[in-house]
């Protein structure tokens, strides 16, 4: 059986910050992802800034992607209110994003297996991890960073896998010429909404969340996006007018915003294992690359310095993680509420309009500080 100093299962944005930054400081890591590389992800493809200085400092490139300044945000009935975003962000796609970040992880020195990680058990300060295929490595520390659902949370006993998760998100690429310069539009329809932005190609990405209750009259995405998302003027110019790339969007289903642990049976959990923001907030991926880099520089304490244990470790860690990610989860679930409300959202818009302000300080609600380098 390989022995590793770190085993990282999930090779998504999280698991991959994580492996670069042990990497880079010359760590022995694996990750052991179970799809390949690039592959399109669903997501709104809207990276907030915060972020970039240390991408930059972990090697990642991204002077192509799309910079990104307003936020456009629409009621069903196409009520807009237009903002500067405090901080601003970058649209590119996660076909392009996560595999930059793969390669970059290559480069530094990290190790990779594809296949589907099926068992983990820990004993004797050991995890021990088999797969799919029957590969089995050993690794004093685990990072979970397998998303938002995997059958991990099952395999774990996790309690939220049983909860109901209701939400299903659909993502498209359109080629889309009067989509507004710079500019993220986030545009409600009955039971969800939908991201707009463009990515480094130019290309429209088009991703949205909608609540299965909704959904389920319809049962089909053709049907639900002309008799539901339509309904908004802003989407229904981008769906008539605009050329859809992908032979038909992708889809995941299952998806929940339920509190989760950030330390599970030994487990660091980073990314959306930890807990998955509402896409609303377009900070999911910050926070997953995030939490990627506070678990790398706490392994590294551990690592190295023999009086940090791994109680320390699994401590500072969950300190780390609700300190900095606690309020933006709560933020994000009251505004999603509020813009799926129609009255509510009605007043929301009226309020927002009259204070720049208060739109401003909302939005830095739910965002972190500039991470600083390594
Ligand atoms: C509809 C929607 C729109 C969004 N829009 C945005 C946005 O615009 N901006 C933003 O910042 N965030 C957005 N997000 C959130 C963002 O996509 C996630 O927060 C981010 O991708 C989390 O990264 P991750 O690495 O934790 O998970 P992922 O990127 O999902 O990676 C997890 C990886 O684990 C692998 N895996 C799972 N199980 C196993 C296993 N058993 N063995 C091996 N590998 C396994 C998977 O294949 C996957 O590659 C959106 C989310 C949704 C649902």
């Given amino acids: 059986m390989k022995n590793y100093e770190v085993v990282v299962i999930g090779g998504g944005l999280a698991g991959l910050t994580a492996a670069i930054h042990l990497g880079m400081t010359k760590k022995k890591v694996l990750v052991i992802e179970k799809n390949n590389y690039p592959s399109h992800k669903v997501c709104g493809e809207y990276v907030s800034v915060e972020v970039l200085p240390y991408l930059n400092k972990l090697g990642i490139e991204l002077s192509d992607a799309a910079e990104i300044k307003k936020l456009q945000l629409s009621t069903v009935a196409g009520r807009l209110l237009s903002a500067e975003l405090p ?20 480069q530094a020195g990290v190790e990779f297996i594809f296949d589907t990680v099926t068992e983990i058990a820990f004993s004797d300060n050991c995890f021990k991890i088999n797969t799919q295929l029957g590969r089995q490595v050993s690794s004093p520390i685990a990072i979970g960073a397998f998303g938002k659902r995997s059958s991990l949370d099952k395999l774990l006993k996790r309690p939220h896998f049983d909860r109901p998760a209701p939400w299903l998100g659909v993502k498209t690429h359109i080629r889309f010429n009067k989509h507004p310069v710079n500019t993220v539009g986030v545009h409600a329809f009955r039971g969800g909404y939908g991201g707009v932005s463009k ?20 049962g089909n995405i053709d049907d639900f996006n002309s008799e539901v998302v339509c309904e908004n003027p802003f989407l229904s110019e981008l ?7 992908f032979s038909k969007p992708l889809s995941i289903a299952q998806i929940s915003f339920e509190n989760k642990k950030a330390v599970e049976h030994h487990i660091l959990m980073c ?19 995030h939490s ?3 678990a790398a520089t706490l392994i590294c304490r551990y690592l190295e310095e023999p009086s940090f244990s791994r109680a320390n470790l699994e401590k500072e860690y969950r300190i780390a993680w609700k300190s900095q990610f606690s309020g933006r989860l709560w933020w994000g679930r009251k505004l999603q509420s509020l813009l799926l409300n ?28 500039t991470l600083e380098a390594l």
């Fill in 342 to 369: 129609p009255s509510l959202s009605n007043s929301l818009f009226h309020l927002f309009s009259s204070s720049r302000r208060l739109t401003t300080s909302v939005i830095r609600k739910t965002h972190g500080k």
């Fill in 292 to 294: 990627g880099k506070i």
């Fill in 87 to 106: 901080l601003g962000g970058i649209g590119i796609s996660r076909y392009a994003l996560d595999f930059r970040f793969y390669n970059r992880a290559i």
């Fill in 239 to 245: 769906l008539t007018k605009g050329e859809p790339l």
């Fill in 199 to 218: 990515t480094e190609s130019g290309i429209v990405n088009f991703c949205y969340l909608a609540h299965y209750n909704e959904f389920k009259k319809f």
């Fill in 271 to 289: 990314g959306d294992a930890a807990g998955l923001i509402h896409p609303l907030c377009g900070n999911g991926m910050a926070m997953a690359i």
